[in-house]
């Protein structure tokens, strides 16, 4: 990874470790928090697969945003399903506030490349974006979890936001 | 001409069976949370895989030898078949982290 990459997963995560810290001040974030920030980090890459398909002509970028937007979109359908049967409503919060101003960052400072230029800000971007995220999982989101439900369906969300780290990292050493 | 007739059934009764070709057999592969199941120990050349994907994720079960490339959408399951003895590296397309690898005897 280069510094570059790793300076955006870390402001990724401190983004998230600190804006979550007033969230954790008492006992963590709540399931309805979690369920929020965890359905918001798939939406958000979702949103940026297909400003990566609208723009990309790389046979392997195209590859890898079909397979984030058919995998988050897949997470996030169950997800809604376990809130619904659970009966709980997602509650905004700051953290998810925070990824959300993050991602709109991002995705303005992408709109402006293109070509090559594009395919390599995204699949580093995407490296730093899935390393953050699994990070706030390990570290917050599943040991905060209290419903045993919730809690399995982040660690599989953990497992599957890995395998995506891993190949955007081979993805952007390729480019 | 009936003696003759019985020895020679008896001679065919008696020549040696070649040895019983051993039928294909059909091995069950499960996918599930981003992982490939364990793989059948005692692979022979004929014999069908059934992949099973129980994940919520559309995977590919793709020998890198392309001997076969099966699409799994959630739930589904598919059948593919080792022509050959060897080892067949497997990965899934959309997944390259996921791996299996195949060992087939004749």
């Known amino acids: 990874m280069t510094a570059k990459s790793s300076l955006l997963a870390a402001a990724a995560a401190f983004a998230i470790a600190t804006v979550a810290a007033p969230v954790l001040a008492d006992s963590g974030p709540t399931d309805a928090q979690i369920a929020h920030i965890a359905y918001t980090a798939g939406a ?3 949103a940026a697969a297909k400003q990566a398909l609208a723009k990309s ?13 058919r995998d988050h979109e897949a997470v996030n359908g169950q997800a ?12 905004d919060n700051a953290t998810s506030q925070a990824l959300a101003r993050q991602a709109a960052e991002t995705h303005d400072r992408l709109a402006k490349l293109s070509g090559a230029a594009f395919d390599e800000a995204y699949a580093k971007n995407e490296a730093a974006y899935h390393q953050a995220v699994n990070s706030a999982l390990k570290g917050t989101l599943i040991p905060s979890a209290d419903n045993g439900e919730l809690k399995s369906l982040l660690e599989t969300g953990l497992t599957l936001f890995s395998e995506h780290q891993h190949h ?8 | ?18 040895p019983a070709l051993a039928a294909p057999r059909t091995h069950t592969v499960v996918i599930d949370k981003m992982k490939f199941g364990a793989v059948p120990a005692n692979l022979r050349a004929g014999d069908r895989i059934l992949w099973v994907n129980k994940d919520m994720f559309r995977h590919t079960a793709t020998a ?8 799994l959408q959630p739930g589904a399951r598919a059948v593919s078949v080792v022509r050959k ?6 990965v899934c397309r959309y997944h390259p982290g996921m791996r299996a690898m195949l060992k087939v005897t004749a």
């Open chain 1, 80 to 91: 809604l399903a376990l809130v619904k049967k659970l009966g709980v409503t997602p509650e």
């Open chain 1, 168 to 175: 955007a990292e081979h993805l952007a050493a390729k480019l």
């Open chain 2, 85 to 90: 003895a060897g080892a067949i590296s497997v």
């Open chain 2, 1 to 18: 001409m009936k003696a003759p007739n019985s020895i020679i059934a008896l001679a065919v009764l008696l020549m040696p069976m070649p």
């Open chain 2, 64 to 71: 890198k030898d392309r001997s076969f490339d099966v699409d």
């Open chain 1, 57 to 69: 002509h790389n046979k392997e970028v195209r590859e890898f945003a079909s397979t984030m937007l």
């Open chain 1, 44 to 46: 958000l890459d979702v």
